[in-house]
């Protein structure tokens, strides 16, 4: 007669495999650097998987390229209501070009943050002053546009965000690091509405995981929209308050 075999035999004996296999591991992701980064790249996303599903609470939608997310997010904006961005990190202004042409003819005014002189501190595995522009705004003819050249700090003081409260916002998050990205939402949440749109270009690294953790969530209510495998894209549900 077949004897059964209980759980727990068959988990001490995937225990003791593994246990055997991790020297083998070792020597492997120590012979193959670029196995290393692949590797750990796919644990941070991994853990920012495991991260939406206990915050949100199901499945949320996940996009292979973020111009998707951010098509699935211009949809939420309402074409009857003037807008407001703010994009906090333009660097060469990507985004910024890709947004204003999908918001072509729109009553838009947008707002775009930089040093333009890379990061102020070095971040995951870039150095201080990487995404250097010469100090200077991407050549984007659109009068809609108004740059704010320098630290966030001393320019986000400048736009009267009060005289914006009948517009709808969309807010670009991809300053990267902590430290501005936290003085940039506690002056922007008490103005945030029911319908605004919020996106964090590197939701999976934890400086921008931190803000989400320890200050938006906490603050307002809000669904999601989408993500990618890094970037997060959010609806505002109820304000601060």
Aim: charged fraction near 25%; aromatic fraction near 12%.
């Amino acid at each position: 007669m077949r004897r059964r075999t209980s759980s727990a035999f068959r988990d001490a004996t995937r225990d003791n495999f593994w246990l055997r296999l991790q020297p083998s591991v070792a020597r492997l992701f120590g012979a193959f650097s670029t196995l290393r980064t692949k590797t750990i790249n796919a644990g941070q996303i991994a853990d920012f998987v495991d991260w939406r599903l206990r915050v949100f609470g199901d499945r949320p939608t996940v996009f292979g390229r973020r111009e998707t997310l951010w098509e699935r997010l211009a949809q939420r904006l309402d074409p009857n209501r003037p807008l407001v961005v703010l994009e906090f990190g333009v660097a060469w202004g990507y985004a910024t070009n890709w947004w204003l042409c999908r918001l072509g003819g729109r009553d838009v005014v947008w707002h775009g943050f930089d040093r333009f002189t890379g990061l102020p501190r070095a971040w995951r595995e870039y150095e201080q002053g990487t995404f250097d522009a010469g100090g200077k705004p991407p050549a984007i003819d659109d009068e809609r546009v108004h740059w704010h050249v320098g630290d966030v700090e001393d320019t986000l003081g400048a736009v009267d965000l009060a005289a914006a409260r009948d517009a709808q916002w969309l807010v670009l998050f991809d300053l990267d690091i902590y430290e501005p990205t936290v003085f940039a939402w506690e002056v922007i949440k008490a103005h945030l509405r029911p319908g605004d749109v919020i996106y964090f270009d590197e939701a999976i690294d934890r400086d921008e995981r931190r803000v989400l953790d320890e200050m938006v969530l906490p603050s307002i209510g809000c669904e999601s929209v989408g993500a990618t495998p890094y970037a997060l894209g959010l609806v505002v549900t109820r304000p601060v308050g």
